[in-house]
């Protein structure tokens, strides 16, 4: 569906409504496409391990050396 942009400020709650149920609202404006209202789609998440780690837990765990907190405190 097209509609001016003007139109769709004045019954933006109307077209969201409609983007929200499955229509695609193409927001037009001098008459050529400016937007596109769509419904909202989340992404799944990933349940995928991480890669493997690039370091070993006590590499991980062992305290920091001063020299390296210079500049960040």
């Known amino acids: 569906m097209k509609v001016a942009i003007r139109e769709a400020k004045n019954s933006f709650s109307k077209y969201g409504n409609l983007a ?3 229509s695609r609202i193409t927001v037009c404006k ?3 496409p400016w937007f596109d209202l769509v419904p909202h789609r989340s992404k799944p998440r990933s349940i995928e391990p991480l890669a493997k ?3 070993s837990a006590s590499e ?3 305290p920091v ?3 390296d907190i210079e500049g960040w405190i």
């Open 53 to 55: 780690p690039t370091v």
């Open 60 to 62: 991980a765990t062992a």
């Open 30 to 32: 001098n008459g050529k």
């Open 65 to 67: 050396d001063p020299r």
């Open 20 to 22: 929200h149920s499955g």
